[in-house]
């Protein structure tokens, strides 16, 4: 019997303010530009949303970040759901799965769950937005300083450390991350969307300048300045509505935790395992009907052990899994065909989560895959620390 | 400010950690280890992530390990570091169990490997020690 939240709820509405170096606009503001965009493309006014997730980027750390006050900015009056959610990269796909819940459990009929962030300035290099931590003047005081102290900075430092580990272990080779970053660049290539859309060689992946060793620059994700915001509404009146309907069929997250001493394996087993089960379950489909992947690229490396993690190949054998190309054009499982985080736009969860929404509805013009039945879209979060998911799909059931 | 009259970040001690810098300044690896299931844990905090029990007691590691994994910096982050640039970090796995970030010393970047032995060797500084790993 099918699970009775299968295809209960749909993305009806999807809005996006250019993405980038976009600079004049606080986070506040860009979040209004998206759900405004929302609303007009799912048809609705703004007086029928009647709930509101929030999802601040990096700012919402460092300053200037949305959060509840959003609520009154967007003039958003009689809310019956309500929430300032982070759960760092998994969040976009988490407030698809909260709003999906409350829509079931009669607590709201539509909801807007919103990403916006600003870590860019004009005249400062993206680095700068990322690596913050540790560079505070003043010595770091405690246990935690003797990151710092060893030169540990941000988040390429955690991810470089994964991506040995898994080398070391399983003959992971750099070619098969610089795989995955050609493959990603291929669909940005044919996305309007995409800031990198020049062709990219493996020659041009490996004289790209190293930031940590295993990780090229060309390893690792954009930053951007912009805001996504998606409107989750019930199936039955998604039918009716001014967008082709994406039906959410499946949900799961998976958060490993991490002991930090010996008998885990954070580096190569990720929340993605645990979120496999629960998502693929609740859908009724198994890593052999997914038809397209929108993973979140914070990395490359990220790609290949989340393909492990789902199944679609054994632990380990991500690397040959990738080697054939087979995540680009034309290959037997499209992978990130907006150009991911990679190539196209860094909007956290929002990232893989607006792909598969546009491949999901047939819009996806020169990148749309032929076969967008199963779309299953990923978040990460932290030092793959925590995961979300959903399986989307354009049929109700 | 130019780079070079920038410090490196140089923890210092407060009271949680202080047994921990403590032991540092005089050679010693200093480790929590749970009072009532025997869980050791990293420094610093006082609850222990196996069984929630706030009893412990400070042990002294063997300063033995091997390097779980490693990277090799380029990117200039603090401008303390440029001067090292490509520096090593690594997380060395003890003996007895713990994790801890930490960098390699005496040995060059290339014969850096997962796996490889290691011996803790304290980084001295005015007024605490870090710890460092070299090779075994």
């Given at each position: 019997?099918?699970?009775?939240?299968?295809?209960?709820?749909?993305?009806?509405?999807?809005?996006?303010?250019?993405m980038?170096?976009?600079?004049?606009?606080?986070?506040?503001?860009?979040?209004?530009?998206?759900?405004?965009?929302?609303?007009?493309?799912?048809?609705?006014?703004?007086?029928?949303?009647?709930?509101l997730?929030?999802?601040?980027?990096?700012?919402?750390?460092?300053?200037?970040?949305?959060?509840?006050?959003?609520?009154?900015?967007?003039?958003?009056?009689?809310?019956?759901?309500?929430?300032?959610?982070?759960?760092?990269?998994?969040?976009?796909?988490?407030?698809?799965?909260?709003?999906?819940?409350?829509?079931?459990?009669?607590?709201?009929?539509?909801?807007?769950?919103?990403?916006?962030?600003?870590?860019l300035?004009?005249?400062?290099?993206?680095?700068?937005?990322?690596?913050?931590?540790?560079?505070?003047?003043?010595?770091?005081?405690?246990?935690?300083?003797?990151?710092?102290?060893?030169?540990?900075?941000?988040?390429?430092?955690?991810?470089?450390?994964?991506?040995?580990?898994?080398?070391?272990?399983?003959?992971?080779?750099?070619?098969?991350?610089?795989?995955?970053?050609?493959?990603?660049?291929?669909?940005?290539?044919?996305?309007?969307?995409?800031?990198?859309?020049?062709?990219?060689?493996?020659?041009?992946y490996?004289?790209?300048?190293?930031?940590?060793?295993?990780?090229?620059?060309?390893?690792?994700?954009?930053?951007?300045?912009?805001?996504?915001?998606?409107?989750?509404?019930?199936?039955?009146r998604?039918?009716?509505?001014?967008?082709?309907?994406?039906?959410?069929?499946?949900?799961?997250?998976?958060?490993?935790?991490?002991?930090?001493?010996?008998?885990?394996?954070?580096?190569?087993?990720?929340?993605?395992?645990?979120?496999?089960?629960?998502?693929?379950?609740?859908?009724?489909?198994?890593?052999?009907?997914?038809?397209?992947?929108?993973?979140?690229?914070?990395?490359?490396?990220?790609?290949?052990?989340?393909?492990?993690?789902?199944?679609?190949?054994?632990k380990?054998?991500?690397?040959?899994f990738?080697?054939?190309?087979?995540?680009?054009?034309?290959?037997?499982?499209?992978?990130?065909?907006?150009?991911?985080?990679?190539?196209?736009?860094?909007?956290?969860?929002?990232?893989?989560?607006?792909?598969?929404?546009?491949?999901?509805?047939?819009?996806?013009?020169?990148?749309?895959?032929?076969?967008?039945?199963?779309?299953?879209?990923?978040?990460?979060?932290?030092?793959?620390?925590?995961?979300?998911?959903?399986?989307?799909?354009?049929?109700?059931? | 400010?130019?780079?070079?009259?920038?410090?490196?970040?140089?923890?210092?001690?407060?009271?949680?950690?202080?047994p921990?810098?403590?032991?540092?300044?005089?050679?010693?690896?200093?480790?929590?280890?749970?009072?009532?299931?025997?869980t050791?844990?990293?420094?610093?905090?006082?609850?222990?992530?196996?069984?929630?029990?706030?009893?412990y007691?400070?042990v002294?590691?063997?300063?033995?390990?091997?390097?779980?994994?490693?990277?090799?910096?380029?990117?200039?982050?603090?401008?303390?570091?440029?001067?090292?640039?490509?520096?090593?970090?690594?997380?060395?796995?003890?003996?007895?169990?713990?994790?801890?970030?930490?960098?390699?010393?005496?040995?060059?970047?290339?014969?850096?490997?997962?796996?490889?032995?290691?011996v803790?060797?304290?980084?001295?500084?005015e007024?605490?020690?870090?710890?460092?790993?070299?090779?075994?």
């Open positions: 019997m099918a699970h009775p939240l299968r295809g209960a709820t749909a993305i009806t509405g999807l809005g996006m303010t250019p980038g170096r976009v600079f004049g606009k606080s986070a506040s503001e860009l979040a209004a530009d998206a759900v405004r965009t929302a609303i007009e493309d799912a048809g609705l006014q703004k007086s029928d949303i009647d709930g997730l929030i999802n601040p980027g990096i700012t919402g750390i460092t300053g200037g970040g949305i959060s509840l006050p959003l609520q009154n900015y967007l003039g958003l009056t009689n809310l019956r759901l309500l929430n300032h959610m982070n759960a760092a990269g998994s969040t976009a796909a988490q407030m698809v799965q909260y709003a999906s819940m409350a829509i079931a459990a009669g607590m709201a009929n539509h909801v807007v769950c919103v990403f916006a962030d600003t870590p300035s004009e005249g400062k290099s993206s680095g700068a937005a990322y690596g913050g931590a540790g560079r505070a003047p003043g010595r770091p005081r405690g246990m935690s300083g003797l990151y710092a102290a060893s030169g540990y900075f941000g988040p390429n430092t955690g991810y470089a450390l994964a991506a040995r580990r898994h080398m070391a272990l399983y003959g992971t080779k750099q070619e098969h991350f610089g795989q995955i970053a050609i493959s990603t660049r291929q669909w940005a290539t044919m996305s309007p969307l995409a800031q990198m859309r020049e062709p990219l060689t493996m020659e041009e490996h004289a790209s300048r190293w930031i940590i060793e295993p990780l090229h620059l060309l390893d690792c994700c954009l930053v951007s300045n912009g805001a996504i915001a998606v409107i989750v509404s019930a199936a039955d998604a039918k009716s509505m001014a967008q082709p309907p994406v039906y959410v069929w499946g949900m799961g997250q998976g958060h490993p935790g991490d002991t930090n001493r010996a008998g885990s394996a954070p580096e190569t087993e990720t929340g993605a395992k645990i979120a496999a089960e629960t998502v693929y379950r609740m859908a009724g489909v198994g890593p052999e009907d997914v038809t397209v992947c929108q993973l979140y690229d914070c990395y490359t490396y990220t790609v290949l052990v989340t393909l492990e993690d789902y199944g679609f190949c054994k380990g054998e991500g690397g040959p990738v080697e054939d190309g087979k995540l680009g054009p034309g290959g037997s499982l499209p992978t990130n065909t907006g150009g991911g985080e990679l190539s196209g736009y860094y909007m956290w969860g929002m990232t893989p989560l607006s792909e598969g929404i546009i491949q999901g509805r047939g819009q996806g013009g020169e990148r749309q895959v032929p076969k967008n039945d199963v779309i299953l879209v990923t978040g990460n979060g932290g030092i793959l620390n925590y995961h979300a998911s959903l399986i989307l799909s354009p049929h109700a059931s | 400010m130019s780079e070079q009259t920038v410090p490196k970040p140089i923890p210092e001690a407060d009271d949680d950690s202080r921990f810098f403590e032991g540092a300044m005089e050679g010693r690896l200093m480790l929590m280890k749970c009072g009532k299931c025997g050791v844990r990293l420094p610093s905090r006082q609850h222990c992530d196996n069984c929630l029990s706030s009893e007691a400070w002294q590691s063997s300063g033995r390990g091997s390097i779980r994994t490693f990277g090799i910096m380029h990117q200039r982050y603090h401008p303390a570091f440029v001067p090292e640039l490509p520096y090593n970090l690594a997380i060395v796995e003890l003996e007895e169990g713990p994790r801890l970030v930490t960098n390699i010393v005496g040995a060059s970047n290339d014969a850096l490997e997962v796996g490889m032995p290691v803790v060797d304290f980084e001295q500084h007024d605490v020690a870090i710890p460092k790993f070299r090779p075994a």
